[in-house]
């Protein structure tokens, strides 16, 4: 299937209306299911495929397959956006390559991000880093400046560092969540626990915060997939940042279908994966 | 009990009078009682029960229990904060994640702290950190800028590190509290030494800036909690911002009730725990 | 040769229009050959003899050879440049002296690059390095700077430190030259993997930043040189930065007058190097 | 002998003119005794004892003891300073507590200094220190800033750290001396050689850099330790900045008186110490 | 020879009109010798004797041997510059007491620099340092902010650090030679390689940035100091920057003299020396 043909079947959803601000400016219903595409610089190609390596064959699935936004580092939202999604930009990054302490910083202005039409600034802190006080410094600033220009500011909040030994350890997912919290994230991205009651427990420590699930590398089976994302549901989150397990798919707009009556409809896995 | 059970008791307290600038502003007679909610930054959800976890329990306690102030970050102040309880935003925090010496920079600036209507700022000084630079200097600016936000600064002095064997020997803590009154902190948040006669030394190091005992984690007793709480008010202070010891209760109207009678009455511990 | 007769031969290529914006300033019909002369700064004047030293040998040479643009830090800028070929104004660099992760930092403002007229900034960003994160967000900054002040930003992206074992590696060089696309920057400068294929998909990651090849040391044989070019076009790049392969030439424009006719005209190897 | 009754007793000397801008607003002819009261911080409270520990007592000491200065830093300044005795408000400061090579940042700005009413601000430098250029480049900006708001900048030179042998060595006293003439100071407070000839060397190198020995601890003896400013004096020293040699006194107006008519009439010791 | 005889001999020399902007207000004929007297930050003042600490002797010096221009850091142009000598200020300076990689900040403002009526500031970069980043860094903000103030910027470069073997070396020189002009400096001060052939490489790499030799420690004899300045203006350099040569020698008049007459005659050193 070539890109074109994966692109062109349309499914009925509307996206939220564009003019609402803050988070509420992309999410349905309180549910949400965003497109992340920051994987380039993240992880580098080695993700990509001669197909979804571009981010206008991105843009397009994300409009094509409905979702309620797209997730684009400064580059990629300056070149390829075109306003049809609503656009989260990530405002720090780095790549794969340094080892010692994980740190990221601030790539994109705030001012610019807003410019180019984002709805929301994403910023990643790694907690328990070496370097974690300056990532929370740094996220409290832009977390003030994207509220001064109507855009939410969302926190991917990932535990990592020597002083880590399991990322999804229920303490470790429930602590990054709460900390979004405290530090007046909108939303947060953390990864699954693997099982509703504990996540269910990092929801609930997150309180008004809304809790995104972190996608992460591509699932076994779609099956799988959607029976994590259902627990994250079942555990009170919003929805997730989806991106592997969407672009790395061979039918990417039918497992966004499928997100999406999971997600939006709040279907059971089976439901959603009829046709 | 429930939640709903737990906070309908009503006290017949009167809070200090809002429109007083500075410390002044959340003070009963010189003393106070505030209730601390920075655990699910510094701590994590590792403190929390199924009812606890709820910044808005939290503060519908700190107005039910007729607390002088409650003690936020930036996240819950921005979601949960309802007005009716004077508030001492913590502007800086860090994770208890990362090994190393202790480090924490400013998440909230004092332009914001102000708009959502603390009366003070809070901020934490690891004292012997070997970045205890960066936190005075940090300090410094803050305080002077609080000022001039009509804010009361309070610094939170915990000593910690590689070079701190002992956090509540005597001369550490005397140290801790000269330390809030030199770089100009309205009051100063510090741990018990232990002993009336000790403390009362660090409350007079203090000098005019008013010592709050750190709360510290739940004690064995509600009695041994309110003789702790009776040694450093007969040391001079002014009472103690108070977490665990109210929140982690199975009753935390009452212990709230027999802190105010202690603290803001000044009865002694039997006195205060009549019904 | 003399140096006086090296640059008397004229070719009549007509270098782009000076009035436009952005890279499209120095391309034509998107291919450029660029005209590097950084490396006194980056390797010593080790790389020079007693004609190549002279900036106003390269001056003249970039006008003779009728370069897309010519690369200058920003003493060589302000004391040679004489604005009859489009300025590319390096503004970060290092020696080669410290041992250590590599980090260049800024030198030159973006508005001093403005002042003296260059149409484009440039920037090296050490990849891996475990000052990475320094340079990205310097860079993030600069690139607004720029754009701002009409002018392009391209980023050097050199794969660089002790987490990098070989900075030709495919996975590597893509690397490199998709952090240029996602970071935002115009047009990216990357060393060549050494064949087609794996350089195809290098560019294929840039998206729509443009890529340059690094020209790097002097090549064994101007045929082996030129094969390299050849390759990068083939694989997609608009063009490349040349320096030592040009200027440590016995005959310097009959070089770059081979790589215009390569590059500028698309010939074939064979083709560029008859009379 | 109790706090009042050490402090009714009154001499007869005129502090210098209140008006005078600079470091000559707090020198008689041009000598100075000044009263240090930074040990707070610096030392933490084992300095003190019942009565030394009380700004207020120092306020009162420093008034009726007739000396030139009072040095506080800004959280004494502004609770304690009622401006009968000139103002040196020191600006940076740490704790003994931070193991490694030493450093003090700024924690009051010299704008408040000059709020608070300071005739001068004081910075400790600690040459020799692998953070020695922090500190110089720090006072470097705070001198500029005093002598903006009409304020003198006294520099605390004191080398210290793992490249510092000996501290009182004729030859890097006379380098700290040296240093605070290099740097802009308007004086310099220095540790005494022990004889008059090396320190005459060191104030000779201070040139019109006004030179204060550094009071130090208890020294043995009254006796012992006017002999030592007599030294300082009989080297071309202004003066001393004294703290527990004072006010560790049983009779801290005694030696004040003494000090007084030592620096200020310059008299011998022998003539000093007669009532 | 007492400092006052020293000092009463006139030369008839005229200094260059103070005027003219730039290098060119402190250069005759594109020649100069400076008196260089940052030693007492530099090097403490183990360089001197009872004649030559004083900066009025010095002042007294540059004026009466006619110097093109004297070097002092802020505190000396502050309270001894008397504006008969075109002055240059040094801005950065360390002492020699930190051991580890050399770094030198920033101590007087550009804006201080002109205020107090310098032609030029000096700024020292240690090239190969671990910091070298730093101070590159530092020298481009610098060098732009003298330009706006119409003054010159003067980049003293020294290679030093664990990675600098030999810091004569032909290649090294030559180096920090290059360097000065690549990022904009307007002279540069360097070491002399011992030999004409291999500075005048370094002059040549400097292209049209000035070289001034750096005078360096006392040489054995007079004829051996001047045959070194004569070597560096056969190799194309505008002459050096002298003190230790100079102010400790016993006639500083004379070999002023003799330098004049070698530097801005072009004198042979037999015919320089002649009375």
Same mark, same amino acid.
Request: net charge neutral.
């Given at each position: 299937?070539? +890109?074109?043909? =994966?692109?062109?079947?349309? !499914?009925?959803?509307?996206?939220? *209306?564009?003019?609402? $601000?803050?988070?509420? /400016?992309?999410?349905?219903?309180?549910?949400?299911?965003?497109?992340?595409?920051?994987?380039?610089?993240?992880?580098?190609?080695?993700?990509?495929?001669?197909?979804?390596?571009?981010?206008?064959?991105?843009?397009?699935?994300?409009?094509?397959?409905?979702?309620?936004?797209?997730?684009?580092?400064?580059?990629?939202?300056?070149?390829?956006?075109?306003?049809?999604?609503?656009?989260?930009?990530?405002?720090?990054?780095?790549?794969?390559?340094?080892?010692?302490?994980?740190?990221?910083?601030?790539?994109?202005?705030?001012?610019?991000?807003?410019?180019?039409? +984002?709805?929301? =600034?994403?910023?990643?802190? !790694?907690?328990?880093?070496?370097? *974690?006080?300056?990532? $929370?410094?740094?996220? /409290?600033?832009?977390?003030?400046?994207?509220?001064?220009?109507?855009?939410?500011?969302?926190?991917?909040?990932?535990?990592?560092?020597?002083?880590?030994?399991?990322?999804?350890?229920?303490?470790?997912?429930?602590?990054?969540?709460?900390?979004?919290?405290?530090?007046?994230?909108?939303?947060?991205?953390?990864?699954?626990?693997?099982?509703?009651?504990?996540?269910?427990?990092?929801?609930?420590?997150?309180?008004?915060?809304?809790?995104?699930?972190?996608?992460?590398?591509?699932?076994?089976?779609?099956?799988?997939?959607?029976?994590?994302?259902?627990?994250?549901?079942?555990?009170?989150?919003?929805?997730?940042?989806?991106?592997?397990?969407?672009?790395?798919?061979?039918?990417?707009?039918?497992?966004?279908?499928?997100?999406?009556?999971?997600?939006?409809?709040?279907?059971?896995?089976?439901?959603?994966?009829?046709?």
């Amino acid at each position: 299937m070539c +890109a074109e043909e =994966v692109l062109t079947r349309s !499914y009925s959803y509307n996206v939220t *209306e564009g003019t609402k $601000l803050g988070i509420d /400016g992309f999410l349905s219903n309180n549910r949400g299911v965003l497109l992340a595409f920051d994987q380039g610089l993240e992880h580098g190609p080695t993700d990509f495929n001669e197909r979804n390596y571009d981010p206008a064959f991105i843009m397009k699935l994300a409009e094509e397959g409905g979702f309620n936004g797209v997730i684009f580092q400064k580059g990629l939202a300056e070149k390829y956006y075109n306003g049809k999604v609503p656009l989260i930009l990530k405002v720090n990054g780095k790549t794969s390559l340094p080892k010692g302490e994980p740190i990221a910083r601030q790539i994109c202005s705030v001012k610019r991000a807003a410019e180019v039409g +984002a709805k929301a =600034v994403g910023y990643t802190i !790694y907690l328990g880093s070496a370097h *974690e006080h300056l990532m $929370l410094e740094e996220f /409290g600033r832009i977390q003030e400046e994207a509220h001064a220009h109507d855009m939410a500011a969302i926190a991917w909040i990932y535990p990592r560092g020597q002083s880590i030994q399991n990322d999804i350890a229920p303490e470790i997912v429930a602590y990054a969540a709460r900390t979004g919290l405290e530090v007046g994230a909108d939303a947060v991205k953390i990864k699954y626990t693997g099982d509703v009651e504990t996540f269910k427990w990092a929801v609930k420590c997150a309180g008004k915060t809304k809790v995104f699930m972190s996608g992460g590398p591509k699932a076994r089976s779609e099956v799988e997939f959607l029976r994590q994302v259902r627990g994250v549901l079942d555990a009170g989150a919003v929805g997730l940042a989806v991106g592997r397990n969407v672009w790395q798919s061979s039918d990417p707009l039918k497992i966004a279908h499928y997100l999406k009556r999971l997600v939006l409809e709040d279907r059971s896995v089976e439901d959603a994966m009829k046709n």
